[in-house]
């Protein structure tokens, strides 16, 4: 039976009129993540109560209560019911990630992306993730590639987790983590890719991802959330950039998700390659 369902079935016509009942959740390890409308807000406890009836994995539910917010991406959700210990183990494709859904974001709707890049790169590749947080894109990377990955987080948390989870998924050998602020802490003139998982103001760290860069150049993936009309613009934008720090761009964006009213969230695949100079 299907979720929607399922909340009729079990709370039924005490539901408000015109208000509608959610029709799924996000699940990360054994912690639902759901969000409702204004008018369920009473409804919250009840609904928790009953989700964890829906499905055996689940043993803690949150609600949305406010925006993500701040450069640490910092998602606002309270737990309405079951255990208070959010720090949980989710595993997809393979992959381990522990984590605090509730204090760390963990989109689900970039999962396919982490699986398209992860099925691009070769083996024996040198990558910088600038903004990691747990490994979402480098443990992917690391586990399926056997590739050398540098992956940096400013936020400690989401660092220790990290680290947690670069033993946990056994790529000790071939993945490391750095805490601070990858335009400073970057390699210089090693990667032959770099990933900026970053939807803020990415542009302004394309310089950084570039220097990361073998001078005789590599791929940059770089995601933005804008509108469809300015994906010209933010092409010019990178060959800008990219011709100050000595390459030649070509770029392919895909759409990665729905962002916001308007706005969708793109990765720009940037191959950069050195300015001829003849
Ligand atoms: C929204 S998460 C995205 C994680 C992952 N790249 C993905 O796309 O699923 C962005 C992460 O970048 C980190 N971050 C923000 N600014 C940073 C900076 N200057 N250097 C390193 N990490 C940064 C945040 O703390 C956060 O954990």
Request: one cysteine or more.
């Amino acid at each position: 039976m299907r979720y929607r369902e399922f909340l009729r079935k079990k709370i039924g016509n005490r539901f408000p009129e015109n208000v509608p009942v959610p029709s799924g959740f996000q699940i990360v390890g054994h912690v639902a993540l759901l969000q409702l409308h204004d008018g369920l807000g009473e409804f919250a406890q009840l609904i928790a109560e009953v989700t964890m009836e829906f499905d055996h994995r689940i043993r803690s539910v949150a609600v949305k209560t406010d925006p993500t917010t701040g450069i640490m991406r910092k998602p606002g959700y309270r737990l309405v019911a079951g255990d208070s210990n959010t720090v949980t183990e989710h595993v997809e494709g393979g992959v381990v990630f522990r984590l605090d859904p509730l204090r760390l974001t963990f989109s689900a709707g970039n999962v396919a992306e982490r699986m398209r890049l992860s099925n691009i790169i070769e083996r024996d590749e040198m990558i910088v993730d600038m903004f990691a947080c747990v490994g979402q894109f480098s443990l992917h990377i690391a586990k399926k590639t056997r590739s050398r990955v540098v992956a940096i987080e400013i936020n400690p948390e989401a660092h220790r987790f990290l680290v947690e989870n670069i033993k946990l998924n056994g790529v000790e050998d071939r993945m490391q983590a750095l805490l601070g602020d990858c335009r400073k802490i970057h390699p210089v003139n090693e990667a032959n890719r770099v990933i900026l998982g970053y939807l803020h103001n990415t542009f302004e760290y394309l310089p950084y991802a570039l220097k990361s860069l073998r001078k005789d150049g590599g791929y940059v993936h770089l995601h933005a959330a804008l509108p469809k009309r300015d994906i010209p613009e933010a092409g010019n934008t990178i060959n800008t950039i990219a011709l100050e720090q000595g390459f030649d761009t070509e770029f392919s964006v895909r759409e990665v998700k729905h962002y916001s009213p308007g706005i969708e969230h793109y990765v720009f695949d940037i191959h950069a390659t050195p300015i001829r100079t003849w």
